[in-house]
């Protein structure tokens, strides 16, 4: 007699080009091979994808990560979980008198650690408080389709874009965001050289797994491309920046307790929404998977 496994995961897409969400997982237990590979492949066909109502520990969610590669430790030490580093706090939320996690986190569109040699390939974020106030939820995050968005483009802009490169930034960007938000303090130079020095990565990267093109520069990380003038250089910029959050490749999340939401950051970009304050609470635990070198 032969047997088979009835598939308990059922996927239901948005609108648009990317997001879906799954039902009938609990990541908080070992999945099996088939299952695991039904999210896998929803990763890849949807590049967002949320898995609601879970229950998890910072280690329970490093290991379902580690199923999908090597978890990375944020350069950011000090946002990170003491027990289990691989897993680092997203909130506006202090404890002890300073900040648990980062606090700013998301303030422009980017794509997670663009600004290392291998950047993460998937970003796994876990809400497990949502800022809501008589009965409206606020910090959705919004998430841009980069491969949506490179399609659309002219083939004379395609044409111009083969071959070029650009430089991705985290000190750029923690100076922006400490003059910008003063939720961080102005670094000296010397200061910044602990942390990661600039990425080059092509402007258009091939997506390892798909094999569809994607844009890879983005208004958080992206502060120059090469081997051009200056001012063309932020003009094609501000233009991609622009075009890849057009609203017809978007997909916006609003969170629950419990979404473990998923996405691929070659495919994606993504902003959260800062529409709330004190004393609304926003505390989430997440844990990104190193990727390749884009090419």
Known sequence: MSTFKIPTLKIKAADGPIGAEITGADVSMPLDDADFQTIDDAIDRYAVVVIRDQDLTATALADFSRRFGRPQVNVRHDANNDGTPEVGWISNVTKDGKPLGSHDAGRYWHSDLCYLENPSKLTVLNALEIPSKDGVTYGATSFAGTAAAYDALSDDLK????????????????????????ARPLLSDAELEKYPPDAIHP??????????????????????????????????????????????????????????????????????AFD?????RRLMQRCTIEGDAPF
């Open 159 to 182: 044409q111009r874009l083969d071959g070029l490169r650009a430089s991705n930034s985290y000190r750029t960007m923690w100076n922006r965001k400490a003059r910008e938000f003063n």
């Open 203 to 272: 402007v258009v990267r091939t997506h390892p797994k798909t094999g569809r093109k994607c844009l890879y520069i983005c208004d958080g990380y992206t502060n120059a491309i090469l081997d051009l003038p200056k001012a063309e250089s932020d003009e094609l910029l501000a233009f991609l920046f622009e075009h890849i959050i057009r609203s017809d490749f978007n997909y916006q999340h609003q969170w629950r307790v419990g979404d473990v939401l998923m996405w691929d950051n070659c495919a994606v970009q993504h902003k959260a």
């Open 276 to 280: 709330y304050a004190p004393p609304l």
